[in-house]
């Protein structure tokens, strides 16, 4: 524990407002979905009670509520919303717009399964329909790590000028409560720092137009310029981790690792069953086997070079999915194929909220389960 | 060109020539005494004043997408109260959105109707040209009754498009905005006036501007104000105010000339002078004339 950070008891979504709260940005814009509720509630209680300053628009759609973000944030506001699922889906014309214009917006998403059937619960489908969209997308698997990511992704977002997910998984992470730790406001208010944009709307001496038209001449230097502006995110990220280490004692990687050195079996996974997996291992290892985990932190830019380290001396590979890729290979094992260039097993797991036990995981590293579900 | 008239959009856009909208934009925005923060839906006044490289915008300007320029300026308006409370922002602004028809009645609507519902302040202005312009003709919520388009094309088993307008003026005015009206490119005072007021206006206002499109509705380049005259000497676009629930017609005659006379001068109504067809004009009649003595009824 640093000087001045505070314990508590919270859920991922109150560590994210928690968060939010000490970073007051400018404008909020939001709509209501499950799981994402906690986030967006408890910070309206924090503007009621004077709390915060933020400026909260309770819009009428998620395509709105990305639509005022745009707006907001081309004003030259520090802008932040919050969102799930279907609600993500909605805004998914928009995300290419928010990163076409490289507005620097926070998202905090509680990721959650994508109708039909209709389920509340959470997976990675929705996300992983927003993967190639332009935005950086973290993923966290503690309450602990949304507070500190919410915090880094801010100014990860802006340093870069591109707009950046922070990802829990729903109702695992987004509800349940851990001891945790956080930081001083102005410990994160300093770290944060002023957001002062270069171009804006409301710099009326200077105007400015946004979302112009082009052409078979240009628009292809516009997108490729996004394109370059990700190459900076893992070098920049590393540094923001560094510096955040430094005011809270804990230090983030955008791939973590846990008893991989003489690993010869390695999983690889995102968000809350990261927790599961490695009470699996522990107790494996009791049982002789060499196994270890990967958890992949940063999703979008895909660290493919550390990955492709951890990994490039492993005998078995197997990689979890948290979604279902219709008509092709996984997405997680297919950037980890990728990464390493060579097949590896590939399972998906937890759709619709299904819980992943640890003998599920067990059964999976001993070879019991070829199916390539956790069903 | 006119330094004065060109301040806000210059000259060197691309739009049609006989197009209503740059004396709309002009018209409206030169009513404003402090400066102008303007969105702006996808539509034929987006494409043709922002071509990159080129902007003729002088203005700060933002472009979203089609269906969101209501909650786009939603982001803006809130954005300049936070930072004008702190202080990052002196100067007062006004903010005002550009939308065609279809991205206010259609896809729009939505986003329009939550961004009146939560009461920001600005300006919304639809320039109704009565159909998808942009994409080449298409039919709209707000394309009249007989008219055709490409997707409501006059043929054997058809008149055109057989649904009567979306009354947007009255769905506007019905989540209590404090002003609203209808107004003409053809009568520029009363436009102004509008402006005016409604930029002066604390709260969500709306503007719909009646406005000729040469192409489409297929009239020859020059004649779009006399088109657009005869549209309200008609009573086929009346023009008329809300203000704060109160109706208001800003122009009457005693003896409002034949709806035939606006028909007959756009190759979109063309179809319905054929023997087959005629008996729509009639029907097109009444409806004009309900809808007025409806509007005159509303005003005390």
Redesign the interface.
Same mark, same amino acid.
């Given at each position: 524990m640093t000087k001045n950070s505070k314990k508590l008891a919270l859920t991922g979504g109150y560590a994210a407002a928690e968060a939010l709260k000490q970073i007051n940005p %400018?404008?909020m814009?939001v709509y209501p979905i499950t799981p994402q509720t906690p986030i967006i509630e408890v910070f309206s209680k924090f503007k009621s009670d004077g709390e915060v %300053? +933020?400026?909260v @628009?309770?819009?009428?759609?998620e395509?709105? $509520?990305i639509? $005022?973000?745009?707006?907001?944030?081309?004003?030259?506001?520090r +802008?932040v919303t919050a969102t799930s699922s279907q609600g993500l889906a909605l805004m998914n014309? @928009?995300l290419y @717009?928010a990163s076409g214009l490289r507005r620097p917006i926070l998202m905090l998403v509680s990721a959650r399964a994508l109708a039909a059937p209709l389920n509340i619960h959470g997976d990675h489908s929705d996300v992983m329909g927003a993967r190639d969209s332009g935005w950086v997308q973290i993923f966290c698997s503690t309450p602990q790590e949304v507070y500190d990511k919410t915090i880094v992704g801010m100014k990860l977002a802006e340093k870069v000028k591109l707009p950046v997910m922070v990802i829990m998984d729903g109702f695992n992470t987004s509800h349940s409560v851990e001891n945790m730790e956080i930081l001083e406001k102005e410990a994160v208010q300093k770290f944060v720092g002023e957001y002062s944009p270069e171009k804006y709307?409301? %710099?009326?001496d200077n105007?400015? +137009?946004?979302?112009?038209?082009?052409?078979q001449n240009?628009y292809f230097e516009f997108r490729k310029d996004l394109s370059d502006a990700f190459d900076t995110v893992e070098g920049e990220l590393e540094k923001i981790y560094e510096e955040y280490g430094h005011i809270s004692g804990r230090s983030y990687k955008k791939i973590e690792k846990y008893k991989l050195e003489d690993a010869e079996k390695i999983l690889v996974a995102m968000g809350s069953v990261g927790g599961t997996i490695k009470d699996a291992i522990d107790k494996l290892r009791e049982d002789g086997e060499k196994v270890g985990l990967l958890e992949i932190s940063l999703f979008r830019p895909f660290p493919y070079e550390e990955v492709k380290k951890a990994l490039k001396d492993t005998k078995e590979v197997i990689v979890l999915d948290r979604n279902l890729a219709f008509g092709t290979k996984q997405v997680l094992a297919s950037e980890i194929s990728h990464s390493i260039g060579k097949k590896v097993k590939s399972v998906v797991y937890g759709l619709g909220g299904r819980d992943t036990f640890q003998k599920q995981i067990m059964d999976l590293v001993k070879g019991d389960n070829q199916s390539g579900y956790l069903l | 060109m006119n330094k004065e008239l060109t301040k806000n959009l210059a000259s060197g856009h691309s739009a049609c020539a006989g197009c209503a909208f740059p004396t709309i934009v002009r018209t409206i925005l030169g009513e404003s005494d402090v400066?102008v923060?303007i969105?702006n839906a996808t539509g034929c006044l987006?494409?043709t004043s922002? /071509?990159?490289?080129y902007?003729a915008? &002088?203005?700060?300007?933002?472009?979203?997408?089609f269906?969101?320029a209501a909650?786009?300026?939603?982001?803006?308006e809130?954005?300049?109260?936070? /930072?004008k &409370? &702190?202080g990052?922002?002196k &100067?007062e602004?006004k903010f005002v959105t550009f939308a065609g028809d279809g991205g206010t009645y259609d896809i729009g609507f939505?986003?329009l109707?939550?961004a009146l519902?939560?009461g920001h302040n600005f300006l919304y202005v639809c320039y109704d040209n009565g159909g998808y312009m942009n994409t080449g003709n298409q039919r709209s919520s707000a394309t009249p009754f007989g008219a055709a388009t490409e997707t409501t094309p006059s043929g054997k088993m058809s008149f055109g498009k057989m649904e009567v307008r979306k009354n947007l003026m009255d769905i506007a005015a019905a989540h209590g905005v404090p002003y609203a009206a209808q107004a003409n490119v053809a009568y520029l005072p009363d436009l102004k006036k509008k402006a005016r007021k409604a930029l002066e206006t604390e709260g969500p206002t709306f503007l719909l501007v009646f406005s000729p499109c040469t192409n489409n509705w297929k009239f020859p380049t020059s004649q779009f104000v006399s088109i657009a005259k005869l549209a309200t000497e008609t009573n086929f676009w009346p023009l008329y105010e809300i203000e704060k629930g109160k109706y208001k017609i800003n122009w009457a005659t005693e003896k409002p000339k034949p709806v035939e006379e606006f028909l007959k001068t756009q190759g979109r109504f063309k179809h319905l002078f054929s023997e087959k067809n005629k008996p729509v004009i009639g029907q097109i009649q009444k409806m004009v004339d309900a809808e007025f003595r409806r509007l005159a009824s509303l005003v005390e």
């Amino acid at each position: 524990m640093t000087k001045n950070s505070k314990k508590l008891a919270l859920t991922g979504g109150y560590a994210a407002a928690e968060a939010l709260k000490q970073i007051n940005p %400018d404008v909020m814009a939001v709509y209501p979905i499950t799981p994402q509720t906690p986030i967006i509630e408890v910070f309206s209680k924090f503007k009621s009670d004077g709390e915060v %300053d +933020t400026e909260v @628009i309770h819009v009428e759609s998620e395509h709105s $509520a990305i639509s $005022a973000c745009v707006g907001s944030s081309a004003a030259g506001a520090r +802008t932040v919303t919050a969102t799930s699922s279907q609600g993500l889906a909605l805004m998914n014309e @928009i995300l290419y @717009i928010a990163s076409g214009l490289r507005r620097p917006i926070l998202m905090l998403v509680s990721a959650r399964a994508l109708a039909a059937p209709l389920n509340i619960h959470g997976d990675h489908s929705d996300v992983m329909g927003a993967r190639d969209s332009g935005w950086v997308q973290i993923f966290c698997s503690t309450p602990q790590e949304v507070y500190d990511k919410t915090i880094v992704g801010m100014k990860l977002a802006e340093k870069v000028k591109l707009p950046v997910m922070v990802i829990m998984d729903g109702f695992n992470t987004s509800h349940s409560v851990e001891n945790m730790e956080i930081l001083e406001k102005e410990a994160v208010q300093k770290f944060v720092g002023e957001y002062s944009p270069e171009k804006y709307l409301l %710099d009326i001496d200077n105007p400015v +137009t946004f979302g112009p038209v082009a052409l078979q001449n240009s628009y292809f230097e516009f997108r490729k310029d996004l394109s370059d502006a990700f190459d900076t995110v893992e070098g920049e990220l590393e540094k923001i981790y560094e510096e955040y280490g430094h005011i809270s004692g804990r230090s983030y990687k955008k791939i973590e690792k846990y008893k991989l050195e003489d690993a010869e079996k390695i999983l690889v996974a995102m968000g809350s069953v990261g927790g599961t997996i490695k009470d699996a291992i522990d107790k494996l290892r009791e049982d002789g086997e060499k196994v270890g985990l990967l958890e992949i932190s940063l999703f979008r830019p895909f660290p493919y070079e550390e990955v492709k380290k951890a990994l490039k001396d492993t005998k078995e590979v197997i990689v979890l999915d948290r979604n279902l890729a219709f008509g092709t290979k996984q997405v997680l094992a297919s950037e980890i194929s990728h990464s390493i260039g060579k097949k590896v097993k590939s399972v998906v797991y937890g759709l619709g909220g299904r819980d992943t036990f640890q003998k599920q995981i067990m059964d999976l590293v001993k070879g019991d389960n070829q199916s390539g579900y956790l069903l | 060109m006119n330094k004065e008239l060109t301040k806000n959009l210059a000259s060197g856009h691309s739009a049609c020539a006989g197009c209503a909208f740059p004396t709309i934009v002009r018209t409206i925005l030169g009513e404003s005494d402090v400066p102008v923060v303007i969105s702006n839906a996808t539509g034929c006044l987006e494409v043709t004043s922002t /071509l990159y490289p080129y902007t003729a915008w &002088k203005v700060p300007y933002i472009h979203n997408a089609f269906e969101n320029a209501a909650a786009t300026i939603s982001g803006v308006e809130r954005a300049y109260k936070i /930072l004008k &409370k &702190k202080g990052k922002i002196k &100067k007062e602004i006004k903010f005002v959105t550009f939308a065609g028809d279809g991205g206010t009645y259609d896809i729009g609507f939505q986003s329009l109707s939550g961004a009146l519902e939560r009461g920001h302040n600005f300006l919304y202005v639809c320039y109704d040209n009565g159909g998808y312009m942009n994409t080449g003709n298409q039919r709209s919520s707000a394309t009249p009754f007989g008219a055709a388009t490409e997707t409501t094309p006059s043929g054997k088993m058809s008149f055109g498009k057989m649904e009567v307008r979306k009354n947007l003026m009255d769905i506007a005015a019905a989540h209590g905005v404090p002003y609203a009206a209808q107004a003409n490119v053809a009568y520029l005072p009363d436009l102004k006036k509008k402006a005016r007021k409604a930029l002066e206006t604390e709260g969500p206002t709306f503007l719909l501007v009646f406005s000729p499109c040469t192409n489409n509705w297929k009239f020859p380049t020059s004649q779009f104000v006399s088109i657009a005259k005869l549209a309200t000497e008609t009573n086929f676009w009346p023009l008329y105010e809300i203000e704060k629930g109160k109706y208001k017609i800003n122009w009457a005659t005693e003896k409002p000339k034949p709806v035939e006379e606006f028909l007959k001068t756009q190759g979109r109504f063309k179809h319905l002078f054929s023997e087959k067809n005629k008996p729509v004009i009639g029907q097109i009649q009444k409806m004009v004339d309900a809808e007025f003595r409806r509007l005159a009824s509303l005003v005390e």
